[in-house]
């Protein structure tokens, strides 16, 4: 063991600069069956099993710059990073997975790549070259990739190419992903196709042929894989791996077969078993620490706990987009990852708040949840059936936390139903409303694009000393994410907190406001950012938390 620490360390001192390594993953077959999933946990496993730096980049091909202006019911989340880029989910997957926060170089779409490629020729760049796709676009690509190696000192740097190979939309990109190979060496560059087995129930038996097609069109286009991962319902059987093997020259040891499994935290413990970090570092040339350190552990913990028996916790979302439940999804995973350190387990009741009309509807509805949670959002559909909610739960003494827009319809549910302030609204509600509770902030006022507008990414929160805020977070200073465009009227502070609304945090330097809370109330907070964004297995939000503790004594 020491001999292989060792190693590693004269690796690294008897080169001047350390080479960066490549993984680069691609799908055949078909999309969705967990590309992200395999890439984020061959990560974790590399970095928390054997202490190597990694660093993940997701291309999208879609000619979006980035997430922002995407609608959450036909895309999923938008995700948000510290540094204010608005991202696919999967880089918030990525963050959970490595415990590791990630920046705008970790995230590359069509259209942020050919919108620098057009800034470069609008300012002359090409020195009056017919820009094309082979060289300029590639070579961007490249330099984006390796960019990334150098900024994050990473041992390693994963590219998941969105997508399956032979889509248009990422067809330049695979070829970029060739000539790194041919640049680099072969031998720093390992190649990871994730293909998928049918198993059409009218045969009961698995098929290979839509893999090998799809793996010989990768081989097409001048690409060797060095491990092909098969996604499939059931596990492949050796007969199935020779076939894959055979027909795509990878030894029948780097075939792995990776089936449905419904834990994802287990998933880089399956990975181990079968050794592929082994086999990754292998193809490499990677030298590494075998013994795990203590994180990878506490994922091992982690993720036994969530296979054990724990007291059931019923927790009410509100919102919009509940038939898609990826528009929700880290608000899921920091449920699903925070219970087991309270040795509970988290199921959801969906509250459709758009059918919400009367009071009673809500009674109904919530008479069984030990918590109810009122998400982010955007505009007035559903808006009147959260309020209801909130007020519900603050009456019935129920758990709630707020979240974003969440905050901001509880400053009006308080505003109208303690303060007397009948007519208090959102101007995001009602533009004309009379009582502005909740306003656009000043400096969004003007502004005609959407795109990367909101208040975005980590800011500064101070938090009021000897509040519930401060027993929760056992500090003064907290760093948060942020992604909204209005806020509580700076107005209306004083008769909220003469009616006895406490707000904990807030901005250092502004007034805005960031967290409020109700003293008498077993636990009734929400928070202005988007606590689920920074939230990792290893960390899981104190105020989720503090939620659950108080939805389990319900
Ligand atoms: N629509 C609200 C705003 O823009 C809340 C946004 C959100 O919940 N992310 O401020």
């Not at 969705?32 to 054997?50: D, E, I, M």
């Not at 202490?51 to 995407?70: I, Q």
């Not at 790194?180 to 293909?195: P, S, T």
């Not at 109208?416 to 208090?424: D, E």
Request: proline letters at 5%; a positive charge; aromatic letters at 8%.
């Amino acid at each position: 063991m020491r001999r292989k620490e060792n190693s590693l360390k004269a690796n690294k001192d008897s080169t001047t600069s350390k080479k960066t390594k490549y993984v680069v993953v691609v799908g055949s077959v078909i999309s969705g069956v967990g590309k992200g999933t395999f890439t984020a946990s061959l990560a974790n496993l590399l970095k928390l099993a054997h202490g190597l730096k990694v660093a993940p980049l997701k291309f999208d091909g879609y000619l979006n710059y980035d997430a922002g202006t995407l609608n959450p019911y036909r895309h999923g989340e938008v995700f948000v990073l510290d540094d204010g880029t608005e991202c696919d989910l999967d880089l918030g997957s990525y963050e959970r997975m490595i415990n590791q926060n990630l920046t705008h170089h970790n995230y590359l779409t069509a259209g942020k790549l050919f919108k620098t490629i057009i800034d470069k020729e609008r300012r002359g760049e090409y020195l009056g070259r017919d820009v094309q796709f082979i060289p300029h676009v590639t070579n961007e690509i490249k330099s984006y990739v390796k960019k990334l190696g150098e900024i994050s000192d990473a041992d390693v740097v994963l590219v998941e190419v969105g997508g399956t190979i032979g889509d248009l939309e990422n067809s330049y990109f695979i070829e970029a992903m060739r000539e790194l190979a041919y640049e680099e060496g072969k031998e720093n560059i390992c190649f990871i196709n994730v293909v998928y087995i049918l198993e059409p129930k009218s045969l009961g038996e698995q098929k290979t042929k839509a893999a090998q097609l799809g793996t010989r069109r990768l081989m097409g286009l001048g690409i060797q894989p060095d491990m092909i991962v098969c996604r499939s319902e059931h596990p492949i059987s050796k007969k199935i791996k020779e076939k894959v093997s055979v027909y795509s020259n990878v030894p029948v040891d780097r075939i792995i077969s990776l089936p449905d499994h419904d834990v994802i935290y287990e998933i880089p413990l399956i990975l181990a078993e079968k050794k592929v970090d082994e086999k990754v570092c292998d193809i490499l040339g990677l030298k590494f620490k075998e013994k795990p350190s203590n994180d990878f552990k506490r994922w091992e913990e982690l993720a036994r706990k969530m296979r054990g028996v724990r007291k059931e916790v019923n927790i009410a979302i509100t919102g919009k987009y509940t038939d898609v439940h990826d528009a929700y999804i880290s608000i899921l995973s920091t449920l699903e990852h925070t219970a087991p350190y309270l040795n509970a387990k988290v199921s959801i009741k969906w509250i459709e708040t758009s059918k919400i009309e009367k009071y009673t509807d809500v009674e109904e509805m919530l008479k069984d949840v030990n918590g109810v949670i009122v998400p982010g959002g955007f505009g007035s559909r559903g808006a009147e059936g959260k309020i209801m909610c909130i007020r519900y739960a603050r009456e019935n003494n129920i758990p709630f936390l707020g979240l974003c827009f969440g905050f901001q319809l509880a400053c009006i549910e308080y505003a109208r139903n303690v303060c007397g302030l009948k007519n208090a609204n959102s101007t995001e509600i009602d533009p004309n409303t009379k009582t502005p509770i909740v306003i656009i902030l000043p400096e969004k006022r003007n502004l005609k694009e959407m795109g990367g507008t909101l208040r975005l990414g980590g800011q500064d929160v101070e938090i009021k000393p000897g509040t519930k805020a401060h027993k929760i977070y056992g500090k003064t200073l907290i760093r948060e994410r942020f992604r909204h465009r209005y806020e509580l009227n700076p107005e209306y502070i004083e008769v909220l907190e003469k009616h006895g609304l406490v707000f904990s945090g807030k901005a250092p330097k502004r007034e805005i406001m960031q967290i409020l809370e109700l003293p008498n109330h077993p636990f009734f907070m929400a928070t202005q950012f988007h606590p689920e964004f920074t939230s990792k297995p290893l960390n899981p939000s104190p105020i989720f938390k503090a939620f659950l503790e108080a939805a389990l004594k319900v």
